[in-house]
């Protein structure tokens, strides 16, 4: 069990090697989903998706690898293993040898939020280096180059894919994750740039039994709009959306979510808006940066206790 005890951590985006909090409960009318160990099924029917040869690991493991002002956070529990974007290109490597140090041979499923390149960037060389169970897709057609080289590796390397259209919920070890289309439909760029690709962004949540975390994806205020629109309810931990930038109703998405934990994957070269840190500081929300603590590990066992851990 991880201890029930809270201390003073950081605020407003300090950082500590280790720290341990206790949350209270949330009520998300979820029951505890569990499976044999190793294996991602569809919670829906029960099939399996994937089989993972990770070691079994008791609760949840959330690792938000430190990509710099991009996304690639490895989810943890029991024996599976599922992966929420790649950062970039240039930083595979980067996710591949903190993957390996992790005992990750296999991706039991991966999730690509979105198809910006801090994102998408290093789907090809993590997929040539690993074994690829089910791959989660938005469910709409990019314009730009990145969604073009995303599509060309999904197809040269037979990983499928399916677009999320729909909620569709997976069992991971002892948790549920469940992932959301987007409620903002995608409008492409005249240009061929991006669009409004960050408010189609996939958004996550996994639960395990009184644990409870949300992954925003890049959301900006259309995004947030849509997803309160849905009324998905608390969430002890909160990724972010978009890194930690200042959108004009950040401030309803922390106080509608309520986090006690947030996490923001930014870089020293670009950080989080000092007005979203200020946000999160006034409703004492303990923040967690990857430009200040390198890679972020927040581990919980179901108890409503989380552990938080850095690495540089």
């Given at each position: 069990m991880?201890?029930?005890r809270r201390v003073?951590g950081p605020r407003?985006?300090s950082c500590s090697r280790?720290?341990?909090?206790?949350?209270?409960p949330?009520?998300?009318?979820?029951?505890?989903?569990?499976?044999s160990?190793?294996?991602?099924?569809?919670?829906?029917?029960?099939?399996?998706v994937?089989?993972?040869?990770?070691?079994?690991?008791?609760?949840?493991r959330?690792?938000?690898?430190?990509?710099?002002?991009?996304?690639?956070i490895l989810l943890?529990?029991?024996?599976?293993?599922v992966?929420?974007?790649?950062?970039?290109?240039?930083?595979a490597?980067?996710?591949?040898?903190?993957?390996?140090?992790r005992?990750?041979g296999?991706?039991?499923?991966?999730?690509l939020?979105?198809?910006?390149?801090?994102?998408v960037?290093g789907?090809r060389?993590?997929?040539?280096?690993?074994?690829?169970?089910a791959?989660?897709?938005p469910?709409?057609?990019g314009a730009?180059?990145?969604?073009?080289?995303?599509?060309?590796a999904?197809?040269?390397?037979?990983?499928?894919?399916e677009?999320?259209t729909a909620?569709r919920?997976?069992?991971?070890g002892?948790?549920?994750?469940?992932?959301?289309?987007?409620?903002?439909?995608?409008?492409?760029?005249?240009?061929g740039?991006?669009g409004?690709d960050?408010?189609?962004s996939l958004?996550?949540t996994?639960?395990?039994?009184?644990?409870s975390?949300?992954?925003?994806?890049?959301?900006?205020?259309d995004?947030?709009d849509?997803?309160?629109?849905?009324?998905h309810?608390?969430?002890?931990?909160?990724?972010?959306p978009?890194h930690g930038?200042k959108?004009?109703?950040?401030?309803?998405l922390?106080?509608?979510?309520?986090?006690r934990?947030?996490?923001?994957?930014?870089?020293?070269?670009?950080?989080a808006d000092k007005?979203?840190?200020k946000?999160l500081?006034k409703?004492?929300?303990?923040t967690?940066?990857?430009?200040?603590?390198g890679?972020?590990?927040?581990?919980?066992?179901?108890?409503?206790?989380?552990?938080?851990?850095?690495e540089?």
């Open positions: 991880l201890m029930g003073s407003g985006g280790r720290s341990f909090l206790h949350v209270l949330v009520a998300l009318g979820v029951s505890l989903l569990t499976t160990c190793g294996r991602v099924e569809d919670a829906s029917d029960g099939s399996a994937g089989a993972s040869g990770a070691s079994a690991l008791e609760g949840v959330v690792t938000c690898i430190d990509v710099g002002k991009g996304d690639c943890q529990s029991g024996a599976s293993v992966l929420i974007d790649t950062g970039y290109q240039e930083t490597d980067e996710v591949l040898s903190c993957l390996a140090k005992g990750v296999r991706l039991d499923a991966l999730v939020t979105h198809y910006d390149k801090d994102h960037g789907l060389a993590i997929a040539e280096a690993l074994e690829v169970g791959v989660y897709l469910s709409y057609e730009d180059k990145n969604y073009a080289m995303t599509m060309e999904v197809e040269d390397l037979g990983l499928g894919g677009r999320v909620e919920s997976l069992r991971l002892d948790a549920r994750l469940t992932i959301y289309p987007s409620g903002v439909a995608y409008v492409d760029d005249a240009n740039d991006e409004n960050n408010d189609a958004v996550a996994l639960t395990c039994g009184d644990d975390y949300l992954f925003a994806g890049d959301l900006e205020e995004g947030i849509a997803y309160l629109a849905a009324g309810g608390h969430f002890d931990v909160i990724k972010m978009h930038e959108g004009g109703n950040v401030d309803e922390i106080d509608s979510v309520e986090p934990i947030a996490l923001i994957t930014d870089s020293a070269d670009d950080p007005k979203t840190l946000l500081k409703r004492d929300v303990d967690y940066r990857t430009s200040d603590c890679t972020i590990v927040v581990e919980g066992d179901g108890s409503g206790g989380y552990a938080v851990s850095t540089r």
